[in-house]
């Protein structure tokens, strides 16, 4: 069965940080591609930052210079660290693991964690 488990959302006033993680389990971790993606109120789900499997890193120019998304493959664990928060940046983030294998596309996501930017 496979889970993706986010943690470290919460309440951080604007211009502080928070430090997302996403624990994998029941997938081959090191080979899938992981994402934090995140949906605001009355908006679609963007992207916000993605690593390879080969630690290849995209970010969405929003966040660029601010967030950081790093793995652990032995933790079968992806972080995201947000600094400089903003209050536009509240919004349920989601992990998510996505692999082709096969022509198959295995495509896997949490249940998200809330993060609210305010004062």
């Known amino acids: 069965q496979v889970q993706l488990v986010e943690s470290g959302g919460g309440l951080v006033q604007p211009g502080g940080s928070l430090r997302l993680s996403c624990a994998a389990s029941?997938?081959?971790?090191?080979?899938?591609?992981m994402g934090w993606y995140r949906q605001a109120p009355g908006k679609q789900r963007e992207l916000v930052a993605h690593?390879?499997?080969?630690?290849?890193?995209n970010y969405a120019d929003s966040v660029k210079g601010r967030f950081t998304i790093s793995r652990d493959n032995a933790k079968n664990t992806v972080y995201l660290q947000m600094n400089l928060l903003k209050p536009e940046d509240t919004a349920v983030y989601y992990c998510?693991?996505?692999?082709?294998?096969?022509?198959?596309?295995?495509?896997?996501w949490g249940q998200g964690t809330q993060v609210t930017v305010s004062s």
């Open positions: 029941g997938i081959f971790f090191r080979f899938y591609d």
């Open positions: 690593i390879t499997s080969t630690s290849m890193t």
């Open positions: 998510n693991a996505f692999r082709r294998n096969w022509g198959r596309d295995l495509d896997y």
